[in-house]
């Protein structure tokens, strides 16, 4: 995206648990950067989408909702659910799967980027070995509904489900990981694959591949393709190889959880689902959901939550804001005082100390 809209329109959607306690940080980081950098960005609150406006209002989201979200260029989103009162198929399929849904989210993109002081759970990687990007396919491919059983209940019974693969629905997700390389130094695809094993749609995500892969613009990306099987392998084994990894549906969601899973604590990973034509608003959210059991406490780490506002600066052009808000996250993390880092780092800090140190590392930055 080359120009971006002024002022950015951001709707602001705590939602949940520590999702009311973290998003506070992930605004006055945004705030922060926005003064260092100079960006006019409008942040308009809802209440609802969370479980706490289900229990009075019976509902997820108002009959409006499209209509006051739509005026958006982005949400940023905390978490939701509150498991013991809101059943997750209610609380989930009610709010981000709409959204995701409704606004043609076809993209989520999850970075995988080990930072400094963050052990990670592969031995011997240090900051900097792992920089990768993961590309999941958001709308069709396995995940569909299409299917059925017949002979229940008899030794007969047979179980299908169908994955749909269109054109359409193949190309912008390889178009975009290939657009996306183009801007990232490393400038290489690897391409998650089965078909070998997978005869008619694996082989079709590849072929579009190819053919995409030969546009002149794309002349100066390197792509490779791996069965997802060894790609797994290879994530644990080498994940320095990797730089954007793309996946259908179901190879990008079990990506998605390996690739972050081997950067560390799940409270410093975000996400964000993307309609990359802007049509419709993007939405920006931590990986991790609203952990019933420390909410309240004070003590969730922010860091999810600031980075997927990271996220949102870089998706709009901010590149500059972007670059300084995480290097401002790894210059915190990089220090490793235990009074700051919450304690799910090993720290003696809260969301607060955690918060406040970044935002004012943005200004050092700037
Ligand atoms: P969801 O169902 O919404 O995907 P979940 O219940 O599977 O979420 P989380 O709510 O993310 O998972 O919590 C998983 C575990 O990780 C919990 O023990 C929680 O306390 C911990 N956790 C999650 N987010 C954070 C955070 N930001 N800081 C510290 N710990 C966290
Ligand atoms: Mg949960």
């Known amino acids: 995206m080359t120009n971006p809209p002024t002022p950015l329109k951001i709707a602001v959607i705590p939602g949940d648990g520590i999702g009311t306690e973290v998003m506070p940080h992930g605004l006055h980081c945004l705030r922060a950067a926005a003064s260092a950098y100079n960006l006019s960005l409008q942040f308009t609150h809802y209440a609802f989408a969370s479980c706490a406006y289900y229990l009075t209002h019976g509902t997820m989201l108002p009959a409006d909702w499209k209509a006051l979200l739509s005026t958006h260029d982005a949400i940023y989103f905390g978490a939701v659910g509150m498991p013991n009162q809101v059943p997750d198929h209610i609380s989930a399929w009610g709010s981000l799967l709409r959204f995701r849904r409704e606004y043609d989210q076809y993209v989520n993109l999850r970075p995988c980027r080990l930072m400094p002081g963050v052990p990670s759970p592969l031995s011997g990687k240090r900051a900097g070995d792992i920089d990768f990007v993961v590309v999941r396919e958001n709308t069709e491919g396995e995940y569909s509904s299409i299917g059925g059983r017949i002979f229940a209940g008899t030794e007969r019974e047979t179980v299908v489900q169908e994955t749909v693969m269109t054109r359409v629905g193949v190309d912008r997700i390889l178009r975009y990981a290939l657009e996306l390389a183009k801007r990232r130094p490393r400038k290489h695809v690897t391409s998650a694959t089965k078909s070998n094993g997978i005869s008619i749609t694996m082989p079709y995500w590849d072929e579009r591949m190819d053919v995409l892969r030969a546009e002149p613009e794309f002349e100066d990306v ?122 799910d780092m090993k720290g003696e800090g809260t969301t607060d100390t955690l918060g406040r140190a970044i935002e004012r590392e943005i200004f050092e930055v700037a």
């Open 222 to 343: 390197r792509v490779d393709k791996f069965h997802i099987d060894i790609l797994t392998a290879w994530m644990v084994l080498r994940p320095e190889q990797f730089d954007v990894v793309v996946g259908s549906n179901l190879f990008g969601d079990i990506l998605s959880d390996l690739g972050p899973a081997c950067t560390g604590t799940i409270g410093i990973a975000p996400s964000a689902n993307i309609n990359p034509e802007g049509r419709f608003p993007s939405l920006f959210e931590p990986v991790h959901g609203s952990a019933p059991d420390i909410a309240g406490k004070g003590i969730a780490n922010p860091v999810g939550m600031i980075w997927a506002g990271q996220m949102l600066l870089e998706h709009f052009g901010f590149g500059e804001a972007a670059k300084g808000v995480l290097t401002a996250i790894e210059n915190v993390l990089g220090r490793g005082e235990v009074g700051v880092l919450t304690p």
